[in-house]
T-cell receptor
Framework: DADVTQTPRNRITKTGKRIMLECSQTKGHDRMYWYRQDPGLGLRLIYYSFDVKDINKGEISDGYSVSRQAQAKFSLSLESAIPNQTALYFC???????????FGSGTQLSVL | QQPVQSPQAVILREGEDAVINCSSS?????VHWYRQKHGEAPVFLMI?????EQKGHEKISASFNEKKQQSSLYLTASQLSYSGTYFC????????????FGAGTQVVVTP
């Protein structure tokens, strides 16, 4: 079983819809991250959480919100999806020591 | 601020060598390198620690010059399996606790 699981793997939605991407982990890490990947732009940080009560904005948080329901779960929501949020989204965890990141398999989101 | 990687892309024949550079405008305590194969998630390759310590993976090695805030990744005697996109990033969270990556260098190794 994967250590970092993202659901769904693919999602197609329409402009204006609210959607949620979910991430769960079995690694026991406190730190969790959401990144989006666009061609030519690499990985950009949306939100990160160092523990259940500590949630912080990344460099591109506008239009997104997150919820850390438990140490193992970190969800990303798009309040009102727009086409330029079409991207590949990755959840990641780290142990806070060397900050080595472990990524989920990604969610390909398309907003029409 | 995103670390700057160069080149953006490189095409190699099997057995050839290549160097990927990563530079930061912010002080780096350490540097991480990741590789992402097409259609897959990024995978951690190695960490470079302050003081120049290198930890290699396969025939891939790296260096870290903390004074110049630069790191270089060396692909030696490249294999087909080296194909993918390589990302550098600050190994330790900076003062804002963010882990920001470079835009990536696409490496294609051909037979």
């Amino acid at each position: 079983d994967a250590d970092v699981t993202q659901t769904p793997r693919n999602r197609i939605t329409k402009t204006g819809k609210r959607i949620m991407l979910e991430c769960s982990q079995t690694k026991g890490h406190d730190r969790m991250y959401w990144y989006r990947q666009d061609p030519g732009l690499g990985l950009r940080l949306i939100y990160y959480s160092f523990d259940v009560k500590d949630i912080n904005k990344g460099e591109i948080s506008d239009g997104y919100s997150v919820s850390r329901q438990a140490q193992a779960k970190f969800s990303l929501s798009l309040e009102s999806a727009i086409p330029n949020q079409t991207a590949l989204y990755f959840c990641a965890t780290s142990d806070g020591a060397e900050e080595k990141l472990f990524f989920g398999s990604g969610t390909q989101l398309s907003v029409l | 601020q995103q670390p700057v990687q160069s080149p953006q892309a490189v095409i190699l024949r099997e057995g050839e060598d290549a160097v990927i550079n990563c530079s930061s405008s912010k002080a780096l305590y350490s540097v991480h390198w990741y590789r992402q194969k097409h259609g897959e998630a990024p995978v951690f390759l190695m960490i470079l620690l302050k003081g120049g310590e290198q930890k290699g993976h396969e025939k891939i090695s790296a260096s870290f010059n903390e004074k110049k805030q630069q790191s270089s990744l060396y692909l030696t005697a490249s294999q087909l399996s080296y194909s993918g996109t390589y990302f550098c990033g600050p190994g330790r969270t900076d003062s804002w606790g963010k882990l920001q990556f470079g835009a990536g260098t696409q490496v294609v190794v051909t037979p």
